[in-house]
């Protein structure tokens, strides 16, 4: 076994991204706090990094969304380098005719999935909060991700799962309004549905496995906030399913259940059972968090999420993660604050956002940090 290998991001350089016109950052291996007004551009440093890790932003659905007004492209380019004294740089540029282009060590990289895989980061922002009140899809990405960053083969999975519903999809609503003969369209789904039950079945079980793996590091975290409760994570898919079942069982579950959905699929014009449609249950004390927990105990659960996708990809992948708070302090206490920097400020760099230079005052103790003022795009050390 190989032994672990901290990743630090060493600079940076940002053109035509948001209100930054040309931006270049040296990073400290430990604590980076960018201090500003809203709307300044600290955020858009981490969005960023962002792309230099996965590829694209966390607080946009399109590159179109980052560009700078007026400009035609923009580009963001990375050095990283890792304890074992290696070296990797990435550039993400983007522009409204090529699209987006991505280079590992001046490398074209074909598959974006390449680059999700190599360099783990873990990422808490305000918008993080959809995955403790928002939709079961907020859930889904959330862990989706986390599966990506240690299998890259599951991104290209997921991106097949999807082609093959769409299609799906388009023969359901096809018999539905009548637009070809039942007869047609149960051929055509017979064609499809091998497929569909593979994929399904592959996505189910990864994630089935995924959160046995991952629930021991979560509770850990969350105990080490001195929460005397019992929290838990299941995942809550449509098949009677556990980490026990090898994946043949799965796909022949998912199989009987598929068949025996097929009259009400054919009838309201959709695909009713999948992975699209498995939700994650949050729980404390046995009651669900979103129905019963109070604000203070769905800050923790999502502290605890953070901290656990952390040590979980530090330990799976035997690398540090890099971690990107996007205004958090502003959410949480300052015991929470406290704990999640005790936790990671001594094993990995972490980047930070705030609008006041002073967040961390009496939690920086044997920290190595940089601080930088950030106004209208532009960046000065603090």
């Keep these: 076994m190989r032994d672990e290998n901290k990743m630090v991001l060493r600079s940076i350089e940002i053109k035509n ?13 430990n604590l980076n706090l960018f201090v500003g007004g809203n709307a300044q551009g600290k955020t858009s440093i981490l969005e960023a990094i962002s792309y230099l890790c996965l590829t694209k932003s966390f607080n946009a659905n399109s590159d179109f969304y980052v560009l700078n007004f007026g400009s035609k492209f923009f580009e963001v380019f990375g050095k990283f380098r890792f304890d074992d004294g290696h070296e990797v740089s990435v550039r993400v540029s983007f522009d409204d ?96 549905d091998e497929e569909f039950i593979n994929y399904s079945a592959k996505l189910i079980f990864r994630k089935i496995r995924f959160i046995s793996d991952f629930i021991g590091f979560f509770k850990s975290t969350y105990s080490n906030f001195g929460e005397n409760e019992s929290a838990e994570i299941e995942y809550s898919t449509q098949i009677e399913v556990s980490a026990q079942d090898d994946f043949e069982t799965v796909r022949e579950r998912f199989r009987a259940m598929l068949n025996k959905m097929r009259s009400e699929e054919i009838k309201r014009g959709v695909t009713l059972i999948g992975p699209h449609r498995d939700d994650y249950i949050f729980k404390i004390n046995g009651w669900e968090v979103r129905k019963f927990a109070s604000q203070g105990q769905m800050k923790t659960f999502l502290v605890a999420l953070t901290m656990a996708k952390f040590f979980y990809l530090k330990e799976k992948k035997l690398e540090t993660p890099i971690l990107l708070l996007d205004d958090v302090f502003a959410e949480l206490d300052v015991e929470r604050a406290k704990k999640m920097l005790s936790f990671i400020g001594n094993v990995g760099q972490v980047f930070i956002t705030a609008t006041d230079l002073d967040v961390l005052s009496g939690m920086e103790g044997g920290f190595k940090m940089k601080k930088f003022i950030v106004n209208s795009g532009r960046v000065f050390d603090a």
């Design 97 to 192: 005719e090529q699209g987006k282009k991505v280079f590992l060590n001046r490398e074209n990289v074909e598959k974006f999935s390449t680059i999700i895989n190599k360099l783990p980061v873990v990422i808490l922002t305000p918008r993080t909060k959809e995955v403790m009140y928002g939709s079961p899809e907020d859930r889904r990405k959330f862990f989706d991700l986390a599966i990506a960053q240690l299998n890259s083969v599951y991104v290209d999975e997921l991106l097949d799962y999807k082609k093959i519903l769409r299609q799906r999809n388009r023969i359901l609503n096809a018999i539905a309004n009548e637009e070809i003969k039942l007869e047609q369209g149960i051929d055509l789904l017979d064609v499809w």
């Design 17 to 29: 991204f948001r209100n930054h016109i040309h931006t270049q950052i040296e990073f400290s291996d």
